[in-house]
């Protein structure tokens, strides 16, 4: 079976950093992703890890501990516009589970 | 191309009627999927597509029936829905299946279906 948790909402002032959390529990794994949602439009990719340590993408970072089913979304320097859901989600040989998704709200 | 291109964005289907979702993509990829989305949820996967043979059917009702006719289309065939299959239909496409699929998912728009 698979488990994915992370915060339903967080919020965060513009300028900041936030750190978004996710934990899973799945019967297989290749990798774990972040997708940045819109509301009404299609999720888009952010980043993946399949290795434990932590990715850098430019104002994004996310971070995978593969022996505790751990990952985390960390974004600098938040801006109004990074207002969306955030998916954790597992993969596992083309099988794509989305958490719940933690809604960020960015305030001035 | 990196687009993932459904069509209709919009549908407004009857309980007795029958449609269609198509999904076409030109990348190359050989995964295709369909998720489903409500309102303030995830998308939920229903079905996964890999070489154009049915890998993952996630115990979605019959009412719903998916068809991958060649490497880049994908369509959803809709028959007696009921209102609460109303949502977001989400298609996604993603590289070669095994060692060489990063996971990473391209999404189309997504067609948003009312059943009255």
């Known amino acids: 079976g698979q488990n994915i948790d992370q915060p339903t909402e967080m919020t965060a002032t513009e300028g900041a950093i936030v750190q978004i959390n996710c934990t899973y529990q799945?019967?297989?794994?290749?990798?774990l992703f972040w997708y940045q949602q819109h509301a009404g439009e299609a999720p888009t990719f952010l980043s993946y890890n399949v290795l434990d340590g932590l990715e850098e993408k430019g104002r994004f970072s996310s971070f995978l501990s593969r022996s505790k089913g751990y990952s985390y979304l960390l974004l600098k320097e938040l801006q109004m516009k990074d207002s969306a859901s955030y998916l954790c989600a597992a993969f596992n040989n083309n099988d794509m589970r989305f958490g719940a998704g933690t809604r960020l709200t960015v305030k001035p | 191309d990196t687009e993932v291109t459904q069509t209709p964005k919009h549908l407004v289907m009857g309980m007795t009627n029958k449609k269609s979702l198509k999904c076409e993509q030109h990348?190359?990829?050989?995964?295709m999927y369909w998720y489903k989305q409500k309102a303030k949820k995830p998308p939920e996967l229903m079905f996964v597509?890999?070489?154009?043979?049915?890998?993952i059917n996630e115990s979605v009702p019959s009412r719903f029936s998916p068809e991958c006719p060649n490497s880049s289309l994908l369509n959803l065939h809709l028959h007696a829905l009921q209102p609460e299959d109303s949502a977001l239909y989400l298609c996604?496409?993603?590289?070669?299946?095994?060692?060489?699929?990063?996971?990473?998912?391209?999404f189309g728009e997504g067609s948003r279906l009312t059943v009255l």
């Open positions: 996604a496409s993603s590289q070669n299946p095994g060692t060489a699929n990063t996971g990473e998912l391209f």
């Open positions: 990348m190359g990829h050989r995964a």
């Open positions: 799945t019967s297989g794994f290749n990798g």
């Open positions: 597509y890999s070489y154009e043979k049915l890998s």
